[in-house]
């Protein structure tokens, strides 16, 4: 036996894997394709990732992991590791062929704060540097780690060992192990190596994606038609450029993400009737077909230009049939992705890294007999490798129907509005719920393991005519910590410390321990 565990794919998941792999005392080998440092797509963190990076280094004592649970701490630690600001998720609706300006009553536009302030933000990921950052943190924690490594296979031991096969630089390459991670996305090793099946999400749009880094994208916040539709006196909860920002039309939306150094990540994700008409295969040119359509996103990219080429992804979505057998599991990366909207990649990923660590701390991940579920209505914690499958699947089935639910409000988008509220909700509350009452948080991602919130997100859809606003807060309000789905916040959402506390019971905590939950955050 070579290692105890391969982990194939040094992204951030397959490296923060390989941390707390050793730091649970087993041999691990991180294999990557490539060679860092190298450019890669998924770059906007959230709440719950932040959360969840905090919560991992501490579990397992990975001290110089944690500073990259927010903006200040990480400025502080690595300031040379290249991160941007990222305050909330901002939403701009724009009208085919239309300039955009600020409507009155701002239902043109949804802003949600995610953080009070810069020291606790969240933040823009520039992969290249943070995945060799992070590659480099599992080799001092001890890991081997080989690149530029082509593997071909897995074949099992007559004891049910994964042996990986392979070459690396025109080397064979032959490794045993006693248990195998796939963290090298979807479509990835052991899909393939496995034959694993995709099977599309049920009543999901097809989707496709185009994207590049900039340098010279404008900001919103300095262009006039963003300018308006606060009251005398009011100011937006933060500056709408230092978020997640989203330009929304029939059909997609793109994202810009803005990073320290000078650089825009920005790309589109379309369904297949706009991808089509745009010939979004051809890239740039399409690119350009887009903001031909969209007169004040394309002055906001007036003096922008590519650092690099553009990538086309002609199909967005991916889901793996199975995500975990004997001695064997993908990354919930590996196993599905849906869409960057909301930014779900990170936290999903992270969820599964976390549920993946308490199988190798308890053993149960080289355990022989899979153990089954025997319900329809599996456990979201992860037992076994079997419900860790499970559990994988189902949370990215949730996602998918929420995401469809999107791109369906996106024609009216008060109704997107209104719908984004379950994962707002969700979100806040999970990552208040991990401080303060872990059991809460339980449900598992956007609560897909919370039967009553999933079925009211399922049956409620902004394609349906009427009310849609009174019946998402109705069916959110047992989680709303966040003083959400308020209208006469016309569509801001600041982050407010006084909303979480009066949201204590939902937390079924008293109001004095969130409080000092807040406090000692700073707030
Ligand atoms: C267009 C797009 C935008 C996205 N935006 C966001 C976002 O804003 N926020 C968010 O949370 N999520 C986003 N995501 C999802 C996000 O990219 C993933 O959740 C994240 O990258 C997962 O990280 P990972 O380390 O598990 O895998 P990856 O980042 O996919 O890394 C996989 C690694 O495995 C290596 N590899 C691949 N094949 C092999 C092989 N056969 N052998 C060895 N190594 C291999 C690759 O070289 C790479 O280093 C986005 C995804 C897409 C497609």
Same mark, same amino acid.
């Not at 959360?51 to 501490?58: G, S």
């Not at 009553?452 to 902004?462: E, K």
């Given at each position: 036996?070579?290692?105890?565990?391969?982990?194939?794919? %040094?992204?951030f998941?397959? *490296?923060?894997?390989?941390?707390?792999?050793?730091? &649970?005392?087993?041999?691990v080998?991180?294999?990557?394709?490539?060679?860092?440092?190298?450019f890669?797509?998924?770059?906007? /963190?959230?709440?719950?990732a932040?959360?969840?990076?905090?919560?991992?280094?501490?579990?397992?004592?990975?001290?110089?992991?944690?500073?990259?649970?927010?903006?200040?701490?990480?400025?502080?630690?690595?300031?040379? +590791?290249?991160?941007?600001?990222?305050?909330?998720?901002?939403?701009?609706?724009?009208?085919?062929?239309?300039?955009? *300006?600020?409507?009155?009553?701002?239902?043109?536009?949804?802003?949600?704060?995610?953080?009070?302030?810069d020291?606790?933000?969240?933040?823009?990921?520039?992969?290249a540097?943070v995945?060799?950052?992070?590659?480099?943190?599992a080799?001092?924690?001890?890991?081997?780690?080989?690149?530029?490594?082509?593997?071909?296979?897995?074949?099992?031991?007559?004891?049910?060992?994964?042996?990986?096969?392979?070459?690396?630089?025109?080397?064979?390459?032959?490794?045993?192990?006693?248990g195998?991670?796939?963290?090298?996305?979807?479509?990835?090793? &052991?899909?393939?190596?496995?034959?694993? #099946?995709?099977?599309?999400?049920?009543?999901?749009p097809g989707?496709?994606?185009?994207?590049?880094?900039?340098?010279?994208?404008?900001?919103?916040?300095? !262009?006039?038609?963003?300018?308006?539709?606060?009251?005398?006196g009011?100011?937006?909860?933060y500056?709408?450029?230092?978020?997640?920002?989203?330009?929304?039309?029939?059909?997609?939306?793109?994202?810009?993400l803005?990073?320290?150094?000078g650089?825009?990540? $920005?790309g589109?994700? +379309?369904?297949?009737?706009?991808?089509?008409?745009?010939? &979004?295969?051809?890239?740039?040119? $399409?690119?350009?077909?887009?903001?031909?359509?969209?007169?004040?996103?394309?002055?906001?990219?007036?003096?922008?230009?590519?650092?690099?080429?553009?990538?086309?992804?002609?199909?967005?979505?991916?889901?793996?049939?199975?995500?975990?057998?004997?001695?064997?599991?993908l990354l919930?990366?590996?196993?599905?992705?849906v869409?960057?909207?909301?930014?779900?990649?990170?936290p999903?990923?992270?969820?599964?890294?976390?549920?993946?660590?308490?199988?190798?701390?308890?053993?149960?991940?080289?355990?022989?007999?899979?153990?089954?579920?025997? *319900?329809?209505d599996?456990?979201?914690?992860?037992?076994?490798?079997?419900?860790?499958?499970?559990?994988?699947?189902?949370?990215?089935?949730?996602?998918?129907?929420?995401?469809?639910?999107?791109?369906?409000?996106?024609?009216?988008?008060?109704?997107?509005?209104?719908?984004?509220?379950f994962?707002?909700?969700?979100?806040?509350?999970?990552?208040m719920?991990?401080?303060?009452?872990? #059991?809460?948080?339980?449900?598992?991602?956007?609560? %897909?393991?919370?039967?009553?919130?999933? /079925?009211? !997100?399922?049956?409620?859809?902004? /394609?349906?005519?009427?009310?849609?606003?009174?019946?998402?807060?109705?069916?959110?309000?047992?989680?709303?910590?966040?003083?959400?789905?308020? /209208?006469?916040?016309?569509?801001?959402?600041? %982050?407010?410390?006084?909303?979480?506390?009066?949201?204590?019971?939902?937390?079924?905590?008293?109001?004095?321990?969130v409080?000092?939950?807040?406090a000692?955050?700073?707030?």
């Amino acid at each position: 036996m070579d290692v105890d565990l391969a982990i194939v794919g %040094a992204g951030f998941g397959g *490296s923060i894997l390989a941390m707390i792999a050793r730091r &649970l005392g087993l041999r691990v080998a991180l294999l990557e394709r490539g060679r860092h440092p190298r450019f890669a797509i998924g770059e906007s /963190s959230s709440p719950l990732a932040g959360i969840l990076i905090e919560q991992l280094a501490d579990r397992y004592g990975l001290p110089r992991l944690k500073p990259l649970a927010a903006f200040g701490a990480w400025q502080r630690a690595y300031p040379d +590791v290249v991160c941007g600001l990222k305050r909330g998720f901002t939403y701009f609706k724009h009208e085919d062929g239309r300039p955009f *300006s600020v409507a009155a009553d701002r239902s043109n536009q949804l802003l949600v704060a995610a953080s009070p302030n810069d020291e606790l933000s969240d933040t823009h990921w520039l992969r290249a540097d943070v995945d060799a950052f992070l590659m480099q943190e599992a080799v001092a924690a001890g890991a081997e780690y080989a690149d530029e490594v082509e593997l071909d296979a897995v074949e099992w031991t007559a004891g049910g060992c994964p042996v990986l096969t392979g070459r690396r630089q025109g080397v064979p390459f032959r490794l045993e192990a006693r248990g195998v991670v796939d963290a090298t996305g979807p479509r990835g090793f &052991l899909s393939r190596a496995l034959g694993i #099946e995709s099977r599309p999400f049920n009543g999901y749009p097809g989707t496709q994606a185009l994207f590049s880094h900039f340098t010279g994208v404008a900001r919103c916040d300095e !262009m006039p038609e963003y300018a308006g539709a606060g009251l005398p006196g009011d100011a937006p909860p933060y500056p709408v450029d230092d978020a997640a920002l989203h330009h929304v039309f029939d059909g997609g939306w793109m994202w810009v993400l803005r990073f320290g150094n000078g650089v825009t990540s $920005a790309g589109v994700a +379309v369904m297949d009737a706009l991808a089509q008409e745009l010939r &979004l295969a051809e890239g740039e040119p $399409a690119w350009h077909r887009l903001l031909d359509r969209l007169p004040t996103v394309r002055a906001q990219f007036a003096d922008a230009r590519p650092t690099r080429q553009f990538d086309w992804t002609p199909r967005l979505s991916y889901r793996a049939a199975a995500a975990a057998g004997p001695r064997w599991a993908l990354l919930p990366s590996a196993a599905a992705f849906v869409d960057p909207l909301f930014s779900t990649g990170f936290p999903l990923t992270l969820l599964g890294i976390e549920r993946l660590a308490s199988l190798l701390e308890s053993g149960a991940f080289f355990d022989d007999v899979v153990r089954s579920c025997g *319900s329809s209505d599996p456990p979201l914690g992860a037992q076994s490798l079997d419900a860790y499958g499970v559990t994988t699947l189902a949370e990215a089935d949730h996602t998918a129907r929420f995401v469809a639910g999107c791109y369906a409000g996106f024609p009216r988008f008060d109704d997107f509005v209104q719908y984004s509220m379950f994962y707002f909700a969700a979100a806040s509350y999970a990552e208040m719920a991990r401080r303060v009452a872990p #059991e809460h948080a339980a449900a598992g991602f956007l609560r %897909a393991g919370d039967p009553v919130f999933a /079925s009211a !997100m399922r049956s409620l859809s902004p /394609s349906d005519s009427g009310a849609l606003a009174d019946r998402v807060r109705e069916a959110v309000d047992s989680v709303n910590i966040a003083g959400l789905c308020d /209208s006469r916040k016309r569509n801001w959402y600041a %982050a407010d410390g006084a909303d979480t506390i009066a949201g204590a019971p939902k937390l079924g905590v008293a109001p004095a321990r969130v409080a000092g939950v807040l406090a000692s955050l700073g707030l």
